[in-house]
Structure formats: C-alpha cells, structure tokens
C-alpha cells in the first residue's frame, strides 16, 4: 500500500471559460491531461460566472461532487431525452456522460472524478468527530490479474493525520493498492475539530502494451 499526502499548493491549477480546475491526481501519473491520453483525473473547479458550458470528454464519464454554493446542471445530448437537469447542495453528486452537452448555472466549487469508459468510480462522504480516531478500512476491488485499485481522501474541513502526516483542509491524502493484500486499511485523527472528507475509488484495468 502506497500512502501519499497531496498538498493543495501542489495541485495544478489552470483557468478554463466559466472559473478555474486544479487537478489533484491523473493516472498515469505522468499523464498528459489536454490530449486525453489519461485513464483517470481527480481534480477541483470553481464555477466563478453565473452559467458556463462544461468541456466535451467523448469516451469519459464523469462525477461531479458539490462541495460550496449551488449548482443547476443542465444535460443535452441524451438518447430518447430532449433535456435533463439536477440541482445539487453541497455534499451532493451527480453523474454524467462526458459526451453530453453540459451547461451550469450558479458561482460553486466542485470536486471531479473523469473515468474512461469502462473505469469504475463513486465519491462519498466521510465525517470524523473532533479529537476522535478512526479505522478506515476498504476492499481492494479487483477484477483481473492488470487491474488497479486507489482510493483519495480530500478534506473538506478540519485537520487529519494518517501515518504519522498531518493534512489541513484542502489537502488530500492518496491511498494505491499494491502486492496482494486484500483491504487497505488506516487510522485516521481528526485533530482539533471535526474533519469532514470527500473519499473518492477508482478501479481500473491497466491498457496493455500498444493500446
């Protein structure tokens, strides 16, 4: 098991039309994001106009996880549906095509899981009382003998340590599976006040030579 704590400094942010995006985690890890050659990408944004169009992904699936502000998505595109809407709070989620024809309304901040077709994914929320500890335990979900399992821990609010590292809201923690233990497990602290977490999974088969 690979345990690493990602410093919100560190992410990379950039500027697109309707706010800014920082990704947190690609896989690869050298993965170039722009020309879509990636299997998967954590990142946060920030809707900082009113309404704005979301980048086209063809051949990706998408997770939008509500962290501030209010969100009115609206999904175009859909076979056998002139329009779709979902209007998410902070804590909520929705899932969507990347092929589809997305447009937002309302100024939010937003954490993203973009899968390639086939990849499995989910968000969740976690929550760890103040001065309180925690074992955090999960499977290792997998599906053959190139497949891949991580998991990433992005603290919403509040203070943790795990493994001895402390992470500050902002940060997040990445969690890879490797060898062939069958869960992963932590302890994880809440510090002075309660930690609120978003924890992503993300299971994947690795592409083999050539594809």
């Known amino acids: ?71 009115r998505l609206t999904f175009r595109g859909i076979p056998g549906i002139v329009e779709q809407t979902a209007a998410l709070c902070p804590g909520e989620q929705v899932r969507f095509d990347g092929n589809w024809e997305t447009g937002s309304s309302g100024r939010a901040s937003d954490l993203n899981l973009i899968m390639r077709q086939g990849v499995c994914g989910g968000i969740r929320t976690l929550k760890v009382g103040a001065g309180q500890e925690t074992r955090w335990k999960r499977p290792i979900l997998y599906a053959g003998p190139d497949s891949r399992c991580a998991y990433l821990l992005y603290v919403r609010s509040g203070a943790l340590q795990v493994n001895g590292c402390r992470a500050v809201s902002g940060d997040s923690v990445f969690i890879l599976a490797e060898g062939e233990a069958e869960c992963l497990e932590l302890v994880i602290q809440a510090m002075e006040e309660s930690c609120a977490l978003a924890e992503c999974t993300v299971c994947w088969q690795e592409p083999q030579e050539g594809e």
């Open 1 to 71: 098991m690979r345990v690493n704590i990602v410093r919100r400094e560190n992410y990379q942010m950039t500027r697109w039309s309707g706010g800014t995006t920082s990704q947190v985690m690609i896989w690869p890890e050298t993965a170039d994001f722009p020309s879509g050659k990636f299997i998967w990408r954590i990142s946060l944004a920030t809707l900082e106009v009113e309404t704005s169009v979301f980048t086209p992904f063809p051949g990706f699936h998408r997770i939008l996880y509500l962290l501030s502000g209010i969100s």
